[in-house]
């Protein structure tokens, strides 16, 4: 049987003795790599057992607990603030940085209703038109206007310019019998002549618009109503049927625009949580508590090793014997470990979540009311 080499019971770390290099160049981890090192092996039986493990495997250890460590921690970032970081730049991470929460997407889900409502929104809103023909009633927007102008492309009418002077322009209509009795009034005083059918005496908003509506529905029972009918977002009627060429205008949108969830092709943009500029965390800034979770995970993980080492032979020999290897123990040890560890990280993380932060918050503003309120009140006496 080969020999198997073991821990000689010292190290001196140099640069490029881990496999990836994540944390060479840092002065903590240059430092305590070493320490770790000493700490597993002394934990795992050295001197008084021999330890199948050289400085390379315990280093390897230490470079993967804090990858780890940072890996579940990200990602509680990550999932914190995913809403706050999507559309963001990638160009710059994120460690060590405060990330101050926004509304931004919760707006940009918002801006959709704003979309319908004519408010606002992602979609861009387009005025188009169509030629009205003296006597022709009857009009195809898909044949006269979107084939031409959208390539084809489906539209949606948001808006029809086809309708009556606006009731204010006709504030003293004689049929409607609208009319203030203050005009002759005011006039007496040299206002009359600065503005044709106005009012110098400052009104409610609400005596306005009655009168306004007065003069509207005056219109559409006496006068002839200018309506339209619009069928399955393409036929157009108009009423009453035009009795001279103009243009008709309208507003709409186009539906290949809105329901296109691609609203921004730039590959520089952070869209899910793939893409989130984390990188590895800085040794140099984890407090004591994660380092010791860090140097417990690279004690189960050099366990690990330690158990596939040893599982590879069935024993070992020693001067006038063999031993039998505990490779299986070890094994089991390391794994129970490590779920612990992770699920000891988990819970701490999930702890510090903002909503746990404020439902924490909560609970010690109510504790301290009910304490003042069992606080005796004093009576003062004048």
């Known amino acids: 049987m080969a020999d198997i080499p073991i821990w000689p019971g010292s190290s001196s770390f140099t640069t490029g003795s881990t496999p990836f290099g994540f944390y060479d160049s840092d002065t903590q981890f240059q430092t305590d790599a070493d320490k770790v090192a000493d700490w597993c092996a002394r934990r795992l039986g050295y001197p008084i057992t021999d330890i199948e493990l050289q400085d390379l495997n315990f280093y390897t250890a230490f470079e993967e607990a804090i990858t780890t460590y940072g890996q579940y921690l990200y990602q509680y970032e990550i999932l914190e603030n995913i809403g706050t970081f999507e559309g963001n730049s990638t160009g710059s991470a994120f460690n060590n940085q405060y990330v101050q929460p926004n509304l931004g997407n919760t707006i940009a889900i918002a801006e959709q209703y704003g979309t319908e409502a004519g408010s606002g929104g992602s979609i861009n809103y387009k005025t188009g038109s169509i030629d009205l023909i003296a ?214 993380l999930e702890e510090s979540m903002r909503h746990k932060y404020l439902e924490r918050q909560n609970q010690s503003s109510n504790f301290t009311q009910d304490t003042l309120a069992k606080v005796p009140w004093p009576i003062y006496i004048y």
């Open 135 to 348: 006597g022709q009633q009857n009009y195809s927007l898909s044949a006269s206007f979107t084939a031409v102008s959208e390539s084809g492309n489906h539209i949606e009418i948001k808006k029809i310019y086809y309708e009556a002077t606006p009731a204010i322009v006709r504030y003293f209509d004689p049929y409607a019998g609208t009319g203030t009795g203050i005009q002759s009034l005011m006039q007496t005083f040299g206002f009359g002549n600065m503005s044709p059918g106005v009012n110098f005496m400052l009104m409610p908003i609400s005596y306005d618009l009655q009168k306004m509506q007065a003069i509207e529905l005056n219109d559409q029972v006496r006068k002839s109503a200018f309506s339209f009918q619009l069928y399955n977002n393409d036929f157009l009627r108009i009423f009453p049927i035009p009795t001279r060429n103009y243009k008709l205008y309208f507003d709409y949108i186009v539906k290949e625009e809105r329901n296109n969830p691609i609203k921004n092709t730039n590959p520089g943009l952070i869209t899910d949580v793939s893409n989130v500029p984390y990188n590895n965390p800085t040794y140099l800034y984890i407090n004591a508590p994660g380092r010791q979770w860090i140097f417990r995970y690279a004690l189960a993980l050099a366990k690990e090793m330690l158990a596939n080492v040893r599982g590879k032979y069935s024993s070992i020999p020693i001067p006038g014997s063999e031993v039998t290897t505990n490779a299986s123990e070890l094994r089991s040890e390391a794994q129970s470990d490590k779920q612990s560890l992770i699920e000891e990280l988990k819970l701490m």
